[in-house]
């Protein structure tokens, strides 16, 4: 069963790739003028969010390089403690609004001090799963549409990231 999965999962991709070639050839569409111009558009919105990611990864390397996100996931985890939350992830919801990748190198950073299967190591599985990298989609997103006023989106998120914080401290309880 796993060898056709991993069959059918290498030719997905190519067969779409096919598929779309192949329906834009026979409702006579010039394909390749359509992918340049597609390429063209991506390109311009790769450049005009270029400065906002730029500014967020020096952020986030500056707060983890000077010592802020340790003294910060101190300070906030004395709170955070009393509610099953240990205060080692602290910092790795701060950086993971802002930067998945750098979430990432905070969290393989937590695995070697206390171990994947740890109590530690399963509440920072399941919460890197359950939230997102808020400013940073906000940022991206918007900037390329165009977007000004961002209304609900900013509580939203934050609620939501809230939501998948306690989910993942119960779930963590529970295996």
């Known amino acids: 069963m796993l060898n056709v999965l991993a069959n059918i999962s290498s030719i997905i991709i190519p067969a779409i790739i096919f598929y779309i070639v192949a329906y834009g050839l026979i409702h006579k569409c010039n394909v390749y003028e359509v992918f340049i111009a597609g390429a063209k558009d991506g390109f311009k919105t ?24 340790t003294f910060f996931g101190e300070m906030v985890g004395s709170l955070t403690d009393y509610i099953g939350f240990p205060a080692p992830l602290v910092p790795v919801v701060f950086v993971k609004m802002f930067s998945s ?24 599985s399941i919460m890197l799963s359950c939230t997102e990298t808020i400013f940073y989609t906000m940022s991206v997103y918007f900037i390329a549409a165009k977007v000004t006023k961002t209304r609900y989106t900013l509580a939203g998120a934050l609620i939501a990231t809230l939501a998948g914080l306690f989910a993942s401290v119960i779930l963590a309880g529970y295996m």
């Open 101 to 124: 990748s750098a979430a990432t190198g905070l969290v393989l950073d937590i695995f070697k001090n206390y171990g994947p299967d740890s109590h530690i190591g399963l509440i920072t």
């Open 46 to 69: 790769v450049f005009g969010i270029m400065p906002t990611l730029v500014a967020l990864m020096v952020a986030v390397g500056v707060l983890r390089a000077s010592g802020f996100l």
